[in-house]
T-cell receptor, first 111, second 112 residues
Framework: GESVGLHLPTLSVQEGDNSIINCAYSNSASDYFIWYKQESGKGPQFIID?????DKRQGQRVTVLLNKTVKHLSLQIAATQPGDSAVYFC??????????FGKGTRLSVIA | DTAVSQTPKYLVTQMGNDKSIKCEQN?????MYWYKQDSKKFLKIMFSYNNKELIINETVPNRFSPKSPDKAHLNLHINSLELGDSAVYFC???????????FGDGTRLSIL
């Protein structure tokens, strides 16, 4: 479910299930999109990226989907594991402009 | 074989003091960045340097001064620290702004 105020949106999933983390971006001119995973006490870690000339890109257990029509990005994690528990950020930019990060979603995996 | 390393990991100091955070990357990247992450986990770019030249300064108070002695290092000096400066500061680097950025593990700055 999603909570408001000071807390990050949280997604709770059972171990072994698939996770889908969503991100709405604001700049229709953005042409580069990226997902990061941040574990407690660590810096953001690159997961996967996608450019605007693609709709889908797959990595190991992860898939990123880009819908430019509605300015929506999603990260799918297959067979979610306890080690996937972290805060996930989407980010976007165009050209050499700074990466703009989304607010983050906390993924909690229930063993 | 740490890719992006920043020191110190924790910094506790009093209001009004001056402090520095150091960052080094051994990835051969041309571009380095400083980000601030607040208590709500919001990450915001502060500065970006490309080959030792400042290319982005995102409305950061001039109490914050980045220094890049060479393209592998980007240090952050902060004068007259204020309570609102308490945050986690991340250094990052990439080949270019359109390539994945690699982040250090952060420096948690606490102002008393």
């Amino acid at each position: 479910g999603e909570s408001v105020g000071l807390h990050l949106p949280t997604l709770s999933v059972q171990e072994g299930d698939n996770s889908i983390i969503n991100c709405a971006y604001s700049n229709s001119a953005s042409d580069y999109f990226i997902w990061y995973k941040q574990e407690s006490g660590k810096g953001p870690q690159f997961i996967i990226d996608i450019r605007s000339n693609m709709d889908k890109r797959q990595g190991q257990r992860v898939t990123v989907l880009l819908n430019k029509t509605v300015k929506h990005l999603s990260l799918q994690i297959a067979a979610t594991q306890p080690g996937d528990s972290a805060v996930y950020f989407c980010a976007e930019n165009k050209g050499n402009t700074p990466l703009v990060f989304g607010k983050g979603t906390r993924l909690s995996v229930i063993a | 074989d740490t890719a992006v390393s920043q020191t110190p990991k924790y910094l506790v100091t009093q209001m009004g003091n001056d402090k520095s955070i150091k960052c080094e990357q051994n990835l051969g990247h041309d571009t380095m960045y400083w980000y601030k992450q607040d208590s709500k986990k919001f990450l915001k770019i502060m500065f970006s340097y490309n080959n030792k030249e400042l290319i982005i300064n995102e409305t950061v108070p001039n109490r914050f001064s980045p220094k890049s002695p060479d393209k592998a290092h980007l240090n952050l000096h902060i004068n007259s620290l204020e309570l609102g400066d308490s945050a986690v500061y991340f250094c990052a680097s990439s080949h270019s702004p359109h390539q994945p950025q690699h982040f250090g593990d952060g420096t948690r700055l606490s102002i008393l």
